[in-house]
C-alpha cells in the first residue's frame, strides 16, 4: 500500500501541552502534615503551575504583603465582590472572610495553566461543585497522628492551646478525606513529592482536558483514510 498522500498530520507531546485547559489542583492536609512544604516544592519546580491569590479580610502579617500572599479587603468589599459573583469560591474561617478571584482562575485555565489552592474545605467542596472536571483535590495524610503533633511540637510556631486548637481542627479536615481524588501519605518529602508530580503529569494528559486537540485527530483520522484509498 502506499502512503505517498498520507500521514500529513503530526503530534508531539508539546502539541498536547500547548492544546490542553488547566486545572484546579487543590492541596489539603491537616497542619503538620507537610502540605505547605510540598506546595513550596512543587511550585519551584514547575513553570505551568501558580499559587492562586485568594482575597480575605484578615489583617495582614508581618511577613505578609497585599497582592502577593493574599489581596487584603476590607468587609465592604468583599461583600460587593461576593454580590458581583467576583468570587469563585468563599468561605468565612475564624470570623474572616476568604475568597478566590474567579477572573485570574478562569484566565490561566484557558492559558492551560495550573492553579494550586491553599483553601479551606468548605472551598474545595464549592469549587468541585462548580467545575468538577477542572478540579483535583489531594489529601496529604501525616503517616499517624502522633507524627503530626510531634511536626507541629518541633516547628515551635505555636503554644500548646494553639496545637490543640489545631488538632481540633484536624478532626474536620481529616473526617472530609471522602471528598478527594487522591490520597497521599506524607511519610517521605521526597517520595511525597514525586508522587504529587506524577499525578500532575496524569492529569495533564486526561483527554477531557484537551477539546482543542480535535482538530488534529480529525487530520489524523482523515490521513488514515486516505492511506486506505490508496
Ligand atoms: P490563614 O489565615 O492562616 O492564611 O488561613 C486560614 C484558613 O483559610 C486556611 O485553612 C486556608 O486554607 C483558608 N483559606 C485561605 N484562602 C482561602 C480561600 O480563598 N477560600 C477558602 N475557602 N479558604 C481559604
Do not use: C
Amino acid at each position: 500500500m502506499t502512503v505517498e498522500n498520507s500521514g500529513r498530520t503530526t503530534i508531539s507531546a508539546h502539541d498536547i501541552e500547548d492544546v490542553r485547559r488547566g486545572f484546579m489542583l487543590v492541596l489539603a492536609a491537616p497542619s503538620g502534615a507537610g502540605k505547605g512544604t510540598i506546595a513550596n516544592r512543587l511550585l519551584a519546580d514547575d513553570a505551568k503551575l501558580a499559587l492562586s491569590v485568594s482575597a480575605t479580610t484578615r489583617a495582614p502579617r508581618a511577613t505578609e504583603e497585599h497582592g502577593v500572599h493574599y489581596q487584603f479587603l476590607e468587609s465592604d468589599e468583599f461583600e460587593r465582590k461576593i454580590k458581583a459573583n467576583e468570587l469563585l469560591e468563599w468561605a468565612k474561617v475564624h470570623d474572616n472572610y476568604y475568597g478566590t478571584p474567579r477572573e485570574p482562575v478562569d484566565a490561566s485555565l484557558s492559558a492551560g495553566k495550573d492553579i494550586l489552592f491553599d483553601i479551606d474545605i468548605v472551598g474545595v467542596r464549592q469549587l468541585q461543585r462548580q467545575a468538577r472536571e477542572d478540579v483535583v483535590a489531594i489529601f496529604v495524610l501525616p503517616p499517624s497522628i502522633a507524627e503530626m503533633q510531634a511536626r507541629l511540637e518541633g516547628r515551635g510556631d505555636d503554644n500548646e492551646a494553639a496545637i490543640k486548637r489545631r488538632m481540633q481542627t484536624a478532626i474536620d479536615e481529616v473526617s472530609g478525606w471522602q471528598d478527594f481524588d487522591y490520597i497521599v501519605v506524607n511519610d517521605d518529602l521526597d517520595n511525597a513529592v514525586k508522587t504529587v508530580q506524577s499525578i500532575i503529569a496524569s492529569e495533564r494528559l486526561k483527554r477531557i482536558r484537551l477539546p482543542k486537540l480535535a482538530q488534529k485527530m480529525d487530520g489524523m483520522i482523515a490521513d488514515l483514510e486516505a492511506s486506505i484509498a490508496k
